[in-house]
Structure formats: structure tokens, C-alpha cells
């Protein structure tokens, strides 16, 4: 298979985790005889600082004119730490959501067993937990008119969704359902909010036909929550764009580190994947970041062109590298290795088919697996 993906390392840490996913993914066309071709472009900050735009039009007409996105992290505390910043570097990717009509974000979350311990929740609460989060991306306050009156002192964010936007990521909710264990959490504010009662009436309509799936409901302080009390009880959980964001980021807590969560953004024509860890300003250019949620977002990508087997050598090239604590700083705190050793370790995995290349006692001391 040849795929043109284009490449949006961003800001922070993005240019360092997407090298290490471009490394594995080359792997993998090596080891399976495919073409994967990269063209990398400007977004974010960086954009900014050079075009004066978070999203220049050449990078939206590669997006568009590409199989995928292979997106990085964006943001900057010069603009974070800037209110009154009329551009802004997230602009950028709410934009490129829209314009690809990025409806549907998939988040799998599944705790690995060697890292049951770097939770900071019980390992009795989080062993088995293994549910998927499918967020609304496009609607909702995100996209919503913004007001803010003359005097700067008034301020409104508003919440719309119309019943097409919600009934087209519940099909795609309840057919992952189908082929996991058959139930689906509907997350919403339903008791308050006017949007939270269509949700709840246009995902039963949508329920009706998927019979075998069972649907229940809970209100989003309570499954922030039951995410941490008891994550075993989940599937597949269904909500809209704010609560599906801090749902998300906290659920990430069960595998002990943001940077093991990859994530799917999908379209009726366009697909983009990308670590959900923000950009991490404080570790750029530091080779400290954990760039296994961008390389499992390549996996995910492949996985969405039908590369099932190659997908599994990637998940199975990472679990290898963390067994073997080859990770970085934020999964083992003495760690020697660093993004580009984890990169490299994961890539050498998937290019090895037995492993000739690695050496456990050179690992232990942190030093080449690469001989």
C-alpha cells in the first residue's frame, strides 16, 4: 500500500514524539512492503511566528489533498499566558477540525500490565479497565458563537448541537460496541443543560437499532468520578466535545502517563491521529518526552487503512519496549533513555522479527539496543 500522510509536528514536544511515529511507521513499510510518504507542515505557534496564521492555507490544501494527518502538539505559553491574544495557536487545529470535517474522536484507554504500578490509582482498581471514549469534535461551546461585551466584562460561550451532528458519531459509537463487549455510556448534563436533553433523546432514537448493545446514562460529575472508582464498568463511553475533552485527560491517570494515550480524529473523507498530550513546552528539545501515544497513533492509523497485522507488530513493539523499561522519565524515573532511544528501540523491534538486535544487559545500563 502507498499513503501520503501529512505530517504536523506543532509546537513543544510535537517535532520530537511524530519523528519517533515517522521512524516506526517507516519500519513497518520496510518489514511489509509498503510506501508511506511524508510531508511535514506548519501549524500552531510555529506557523504563527512565520505566516502570521495557526492554519496557512498551504498546510489546510496538503490536509486535504493527503490519505492522513499525522498531527503533533500545539501551544505556547507566550499565547497561553496571553488572554487578549486575538490569534492564537489553538484556532489552528479547531479550524483544520472543522474544514475536514473531523466529526469523531476515538481515545482508547487500556492500562498495560507492566505499568499497573505507575498509576496513581489502585492497582485492583484500574487491572482489566479497557474502554473506549468516543468525544463529538466539531459542535458544541468549541464551535459556538463567542461574545464578550464592550467593557470586557461580560462573556458567552454558546452550546448548539443539531441532531445530525449527534446521530452520526452515535452510529459510530454503537458499532465499536458492537465488536467489544456490547454497552454504551452516554455521558451528558442532562438534568441542566437543553443540549444534554437532545443528546439523550437523539442517542436513544439511534439506540433502536443496535438491540444487542446495551445503553445507559450518567451525568458528567458522576462519571468523572465512576472513571476513577470503578473504570471496569466502561466500553465504550459517548459525549460531546467539552465533556469528552476533561473526560479524556482524566481517564489517562489509569495508565499512569498522558503520553501512552493516542487518539483517532475521523471524518466521512479525512482521518487525523495524534497523541492527546499537549505540547509540554518545558520539555522541548530536552529528548525527555514519552513519544509512545504519537507512535500508538500510528498504529491507530493503520488500523483505519485495514493494516490490522501491521497495527499489532506496532502495539507489540511498544509492550516490548516497556517490559523491558525502555521508557522514558515519566513512566521510570531513573530512566536513561529518552525519546529518541524509545523511538529508535520501538523501530529496531519491528524491523527484527527475533529480536537479534537487543541485548538486555545493554538496556539495564542504558545504553544502544542497536548493534
Known amino acids: 500500500m502507498n499513503l501520503k500522510i501529512a505530517v504536523l ?12 511515529a515517522k521512524k516506526a511507521l517507516y519500519a513497518i513499510g520496510v518489514v511489509y512492503d509498503h510506501e508511506f510518504v511524508f510531508e511535514d507542515a506548519l501549524m500552531g505557534a510555529v506557523a504563527i511566528d512565520k505566516t502570521g496564521n495557526p492554519l496557512p492555507e498551504q498546510t489546510l490544501n496538503l490536509c486535504l489533498n493527503t490519505d492522513a494527518v499525522l498531527f503533533g502538539a500545539i501551544g505556547d505559553p507566550k499565547y497561553d499566558n496571553n ?22 474522536n476515538i481515545r482508547p484507554i487500556k492500562p498495560y500490565k507492566s505499568l499497573l504500578d505507575s498509576s496513581p490509582l489502585k492497582r485492583e482498581i484500574i487491572e482489566g479497565a479497557d474502554f473506549t471514549i468516543f468525544r463529538e469534535l466539531t459542535g458544541g461551546v468549541y464551535f ?82 465512576q472513571i476513577i472508582l470503578n473504570p471496569k464498568q466502561f466500553d465504550v463511553i459517548l459525549t460531546e466535545n467539552l465533556f469528552g475533552d476533561i473526560l479524556s485527560d482524566e481517564a489517562s491517570v489509569i495508565t499512569g502517563s498522558i503520553g501512552l494515550l493516542a487518539s483517532a480524529s475521523l471524518g466521512n473523507k479525512n482521518a487525523l491521529f495524534e497523541p492527546i498530550h499537549g505540547s509540554y513546552p518545558q520539555a522541548k ?40 523499561n525502555v521508557v522514558t522519565v515519566d513512566l ?12 529508535d528501540f520501538i523501530s529496531n523491534v519491528i ?21
Open 9 to 20: 509536528p506543532g509546537d513543544g514536544i510535537g517535532p520530537e514524539v511524530t519523528l519517533q
Open 83 to 104: 488572554p487578549s491574544a486575538k490569534v492564537r495557536p489553538e484556532q489552528g487545529l479547531l479550524k483544520l477540525r472543522k474544514e475536514l470535517g473531523l466529526f469523531a
Open 144 to 225: 459556538g458563537e463567542k461574545k464578550l461585551n464592550d467593557a470586557g466584562t461580560i462573556a458567552s460561550d454558546l452550546c448548539e448541537y443539531s441532531e445530525e451532528e449527534i446521530t452520526r458519531i452515535t452510529h459510530l459509537a454503537f458499532k465499536a460496541a458492537q465488536n467489544r463487549r456490547k454497552k454504551v455510556t452516554m455521558v451528558d448534563k442532562a438534568n441542566v443543560l437543553e443540549t444534554s436533553r437532545l443528546w439523550r433523546k437523539v442517542v436513544k432514537k439511534v439506540s433502536e437499532n443496535y438491540p444487542d448493545v446495551l445503553l445507559d446514562f450518567l451525568f458528567v460529575d458522576n462519571a468523572a468520578m
Open 285 to 324: 528539545g530536552k529528548n525527555t518526552a514519552n513519544p509512545i501515544a504519537s507512535i500508538l497513533s500510528a498504529a491507530m492509523l493503520l488500523e483505519h487503512f485495514g493494516l490490522n497485522k501491521e497495527a499489532k507488530k506496532v502495539y507489540e513493539a511498544v509492550e516490548k519496549a516497556i517490559e523491558y
Open 332 to 343: 521510570k524515573a531513573d530512566s536513561k533513555f529518552g525519546t529518541n532511544e524509545v523511538g
Open 351 to 371: 524491523l527484527s522479527k527475533d529480536d537479534l538486535y537487543f541485548k538486555s544487559d545493554n538496556v539495564q545500563i542504558g545504553q544502544s539496543t542497536i548493534v
